[in-house]
Every structure is written in C-alpha cells, then in structure tokens.
C-alpha cells in the first residue's frame, strides 16, 4: 500500500509531464484540473499510476470528441 512519500513520487513524476495531482493527505482530488476522489492508501504504486493513466485517456477522448463536434 502507499505511503505519503510514495504518494508525493508518484505526483512529482507526473508533474515531470505537466500533469498536474492534487491530494489533501493521502486523498486525490484532483487531477489536471478535474475532481476526483481516490483514497490512494488503498492502492499499490503502480495500481495508482494505472488509475490516474486512465482518468488522464478519458479527459484525452472526452476533449478530441468536443474539439471534433466544435469543429462542425
């Protein structure tokens, strides 16, 4: 399980990629600007990463599908 200094890696890295991770405590709210609610204490590192991956594809499809209907 996590950690907060494990947690802090895992925000830093992304940072690294201008994916932006907030937490209050072992929580994550947020993530590139859209809420989310993640206990990350109930996730292994690489669980967690995969997680945060996967929100990130959704903003990705959810923003090229607005950008094709507005270009319409």
Do not use: S
């Not at 929100?55 to 090229?64: C, D, F, G, P, S």
């Amino acid at each position: 399980m996590l950690n907060e200094e494990k947690l802090q890696a895992i925000v830093d890295t992304f940072a690294k990629y201008n994916i932006d991770i907030r937490v209050k405590g072992m929580q994550v709210v947020g993530i590139n600007g859209q809420p989310a609610d993640f206990d990350a204490k109930t996730f292994m590192q690489d669980q967690l990463i995969d997680m945060i991956c996967k929100v990130m594809a959704n903003q990705l499809i959810h923003e090229t599908w607005l950008n094709e209907q507005n270009k319409k």
